[in-house]
């Protein structure tokens, strides 16, 4: 512990010296983990995120919401085949997957707590049938493509100082799901300590302080500091396939998306999907002072969010979810530690474990404490030419954020139901449907045959003898 008065000594001058109140109570481990989470706060910035977001006291949202437009966005085609538009960002998309040009990207740090489930998120069991975990499902999509165009794509795995060596272990041990081990990199999300409203870095207990990610757009920085995006380089690729863990929909390898991002000229490109219902917990693409951003659920007021246009629709119904293309570039300025163009930090008040005046760990029922983090869509008002694409629920999203009820595994092992229905459907296969449109029996249907509907129609009408729809079908 020779970094010990130094390390101290910094903290006194920053006036955050408490962070030491127990340090002669604690063991020699607990000591050494201390000091190597104080290594890696950065007192400066806590010290500016202190000034310019809690001192500020900005209460009220600084967005003269009067002046918000909807962003356009690029129409979903109902005949893609037929569309020469479509056609020709397919044709573009394909030939840049081809040659090795874009690798996949899962945002994966946070663990499975609220949904009852104490391992990492992408650990989860959730398809229907064979109960395949996000990670075996993600994994099995590339593979798909993989095979498809012929080229190995890179896997990147965003994980946490707190799921990190789970995440690297699960993976080790089902042999990468069939994935190229040297292509599929791990680096760990940037953490930031929490702070109470006088700006002093909370003590989660004796020895350790109370650190939080710092938003998903820590990604950005992370990718940076950890060489993955060297790394990517060196490999080629230019363009990053950005998704979240939580939604096994997702298509992570879609032609169409990285055609219209490389014919747009973009350097950030995302998803839309149509709002369910006007409150839906989602953000809101949005112009502002002429340029594209998010607006989160949460900071738009509700009859924003359910104000109608012209045509009795939805105004603002381009819901964001998490799905992003960035070219490798782009991401390479923004997240230099020394780049003039960082993503902003946001605070928000949350509930914060802390030690009372006795030295006791505290469970708060209320939100105590300031968390720092980043956005990664704040990165759309920087970006060059940024474009916004129309996808289809039923093809890209259900996202598992609660144990029970709406967002949750059972509603989304329902929706991956309805999807596989809807294949077989389009092939010709008649199935029984409950008043909710699910079918009334488990299917699955594993990425490695196909992981879109015109695939699969392809490959099922090549089978010379297929297989028996019943409960319990496994297609693979």
Same mark, same amino acid.
């Given at each position: 512990?020779?970094?010990?008065?130094?390390?101290?000594?910094?903290?006194?001058? %920053?006036?955050?010296?408490?962070?030491?109140?127990?340090w002669?109570?604690?063991?020699?481990?607990?000591? *050494?983990?201390?000091?190597?989470?104080?290594?890696?706060?950065?007192?400066?910035?806590?010290?500016?995120?202190?000034?310019? +977001?809690?001192?500020?006291?900005?209460?009220?949202?600084? @967005?003269?919401? %009067?002046?918000?437009?909807?962003?356009?966005?690029?129409k979903? %085609?109902?005949n893609?085949?037929?569309?020469? @538009?479509?056609?020709?960002?397919?044709?573009?998309?394909e030939e840049?997957?081809?040659?090795?040009?874009?690798?996949?990207?899962?945002? =994966?740090?946070?663990?499975?707590?609220?949904?009852?489930?104490?391992? !990492?998120?992408?650990?989860?069991?959730?398809s229907?049938?064979?109960?395949?975990?996000?990670?075996?499902?993600f =994994?099995?999509?590339?593979?798909?493509?993989?095979?498809?165009?012929?080229?190995?794509?890179p896997?990147m795995?965003?994980?946490?100082?707190?799921?990190?060596?789970?995440?690297?272990?699960?993976?080790?041990?089902?042999?990468?799901?069939?994935?190229?081990?040297?292509?599929?990199v791990?680096?760990?999300?940037?953490?930031i !300590?929490?702070?109470?409203?006088?700006?002093?870095?909370?003590?989660?207990?004796k020895g350790?302080i109370?650190?939080? !990610?710092?938003?998903?757009?820590?990604?950005?920085?992370?990718?940076?500091?950890?060489?993955?995006? =060297?790394?990517?380089?060196?490999?080629?690729?230019?363009y990053?396939?950005?998704?979240?863990?939580?939604?096994?929909?997702?298509?992570?390898?879609?032609p169409?998306?990285?055609?219209?991002?490389?014919?747009?000229?973009?350097?950030? *490109?995302?998803?839309?999907?149509?709002?369910?219902?006007?409150?839906?917990?989602?953000?809101?693409?949005?112009?502002?002072?002429?340029k594209?951003?998010?607006i989160?659920?949460?900071?738009?007021?509700?009859?924003?969010?359910?104000?109608?246009?012209?045509?009795?629709? +939805?105004?603002?119904?381009?819901?964001?979810?998490?799905?992003?293309?960035?070219?490798?570039?782009? @991401?390479?300025?923004?997240?230099?530690d020394?780049?003039?163009?960082?993503?902003?930090?946001?605070?928000?008040?949350?509930? @914060?474990?802390f030690?009372?005046q006795?030295?006791?760990?505290?469970?708060?029922?209320?939100?105590?404490?300031?968390?720092?983090?980043?956005?990664?869509?704040?990165?759309?008002? %920087? =970006?060059?030419?940024?474009?916004v694409?129309?996808?289809?629920?039923?093809?890209?999203?259900?996202?598992?954020?609660?144990?029970?009820?709406?967002?949750?595994p059972?509603?989304?092992?329902?929706?991956?139901?309805?999807?596989?229905?809807?294949?077989?459907?389009?092939?010709?296969? *008649?199935?029984?449907?409950?008043?909710?449109?699910?079918?009334?029996?488990?299917?699955?249907?594993?990425?490695?045959?196909?992981?879109?509907?015109?695939?699969?129609?392809?490959?099922?009408?090549a089978?010379?003898?297929? !297989?028996?729809?019943?409960?319990?079908?496994?297609?693979?």
């Open positions: 512990m020779s970094n010990y008065a130094e390390i101290r000594e910094k903290f006194e001058k %920053s006036g955050q010296g408490h962070v030491f109140k127990y002669g109570g604690l063991t020699d481990s607990q000591k *050494s983990r201390l000091l190597s989470q104080l290594e890696e706060v950065d007192l400066e910035e806590i010290a500016h995120l202190n000034e310019t +977001l809690l001192f500020a006291n900005k209460t009220e949202s600084q @967005v003269d919401f %009067s002046r918000l437009e909807p962003a356009p966005y690029v979903y %085609s109902e893609k085949e037929a569309d020469p @538009v479509w056609q020709k960002a397919k044709s573009v998309g840049a997957i081809r040659a090795g040009k874009l690798a996949a990207f899962v945002v =994966a740090g946070g663990q499975g707590t609220r949904l009852g489930y104490d391992a !990492p998120k992408g650990t989860l069991p959730i229907p049938v064979k109960h395949k975990p996000f990670f075996q499902i =994994a099995e999509k590339i593979r798909c493509a993989q095979e498809k165009y012929g080229v190995e794509i896997f795995v965003m994980t946490s100082i707190i799921n990190h060596t789970q995440i690297c272990d699960f993976f080790k041990s089902n042999a990468c799901f069939g994935l190229n081990p040297e292509k599929v791990f680096f760990k999300q940037g953490f !300590p929490s702070v109470d409203k006088f700006g002093k870095i909370i003590l989660s207990d350790e109370a650190l939080a !990610p710092n938003g998903h757009g820590g990604c950005l920085r992370a990718m940076v500091r950890s060489g993955a995006i =060297a790394k990517l380089k060196e490999l080629g690729v230019e990053i396939s950005y998704f979240q863990v939580d939604n096994p929909l997702v298509n992570i390898i879609d169409y998306f990285l055609g219209f991002h490389i014919l747009g000229n973009s350097e950030m *490109s995302s998803k839309m999907i149509p709002k369910a219902y006007p409150l839906e917990k989602v953000g809101h693409f949005c112009i502002y002072n002429g594209l951003c998010v989160e659920y949460s900071d738009l007021p509700a009859s924003y969010q359910e104000m109608r246009d012209e045509n009795g629709g +939805l105004k603002f119904v381009a819901g964001s979810v998490a799905i992003h293309i960035l070219n490798v570039d782009f @991401v390479e300025a923004k997240g230099a020394d780049s003039d163009c960082k993503l902003p930090f946001h605070v928000a008040f949350k509930k @914060v474990p030690l009372d006795g030295g006791n760990v505290v469970k708060p029922e209320k939100p105590n404490g300031y968390k720092y983090e980043m956005f990664v869509f704040d990165a759309l008002e %920087s =970006a060059k030419n940024p474009l694409l129309e996808g289809l629920r039923c093809d890209e999203f259900s996202a598992v954020k609660n144990k029970e009820g709406i967002d949750s059972a509603t989304c092992k329902r929706d991956q139901k309805r999807q596989f229905a809807e294949w077989l459907e389009a092939a010709g296969v *008649s199935l029984e449907r409950d008043s909710e449109k699910t079918p009334v029996y488990d299917i699955e249907i594993s990425p490695l045959f196909a992981s879109n509907k015109a695939d699969f129609v392809e490959k099922w009408n089978l010379e003898k297929k !297989p028996e729809i019943r409960d319990g079908l496994y297609i693979e």
